[in-house]
């Protein structure tokens, strides 16, 4: 009895503490946002409407404009994000343009995976195969503190390319991740690879690295060691 008690108090404990996590993550996000830009099929577009696309977050609710109509539903970020169902009036699009736009921004909000709220407003939304709807703050609300830049020796956050590029190593070529920090960077080569990481092409990863200097390093060699501390998300590309 003893043991099953305490089992339930940490499972609870648990459960409140991821709760939190949660409930901080859509603190963060509510307010209100205008489209800036989205990309679709590697094609980046610009908002450029007299009336553009809006959206509003408040709490697990989501609201907003997509172009000729109105949308409303349900956003999660506990165990990654989810945004929908989607439900929404449906006046008809006059302007063709415009409505392919509607039908671009409410797909993209329905198959989004990731966000992330930079330090001057901008929220991205990003799908598994790298779409991407770009959103800034219009409400005026405080941005979240800007993270100082990892240390040597410190710990951060990258996400890694399902595919791998070749690139040159010294004479010879070889196969190198591609390695971002964020959502909206343009991918960068990875040289020297990531101790205790396992690699599956295909698959998007998001880890937590442990960076250590090197000392004396070799001519060819990374002057900075790379190594897994945890894998915080996988999504296998189907």
């Not at 909000?109 to 991407?132: C, I, K, M, Q, S």
């Not at 791998?164 to 190198?176: D, P």
Request: a neutral charge; charged letters at 20%.
């Amino acid at each position: 009895m003893r043991i099953r008690t305490l089992f339930q108090a940490t499972l609870f404990a648990g459960m409140v503490a991821a709760t939190a996590v949660g409930a901080q993550a859509r603190s963060l996000l509510d307010g209100e946002y205008q489209l800036q830009t989205w990309r679709v099929a590697g094609q980046t577009q610009t908002e450029q409407a007299n009336k553009p696309v809006t959206l509003k977050i408040d709490g697990n609710h989501i609201s907003g404009f997509s172009g000729c109509n109105r949308f409303m539903g349900q956003i999660q970020t506990l165990n990654g994000l989810k945004i929908g169902p989607l439900a929404g009036t449906r006046m008809a699009c006059l302007d063709a343009n415009v409505g392919t736009k509607e039908s671009d921004v409410l797909k993209l909000l329905d198959t989004a995976r990731y966000y992330e709220l930079d330090t001057v407003g901008h929220l991205t939304f990003t799908t598994p195969n790298e779409d991407l709807l770009v959103f800034a703050r219009t409400d005026g609300k405080p941005q979240p503190a800007a993270a100082a830049p990892a240390a040597p020796g410190g710990e951060r956050v990258i996400q890694i390319a399902p595919e791998t590029k070749t690139c040159s190593a010294g004479a010879g070529q070889m196969q190198c991740l591609q390695v971002r920090d964020s959502a909206d960077q343009p991918w960068t080569l990875l040289y020297g690879g990531i101790d205790g990481f396992e690699y599956q092409p295909g698959t998007l990863y998001t880890l937590r690295i442990k960076e250590t200097p090197v000392d004396n390093p070799p001519a060819d060699g990374s002057s900075i060691k790379r190594s897994l501390v945890r894998v915080l998300t996988t999504l296998v590309e189907r």
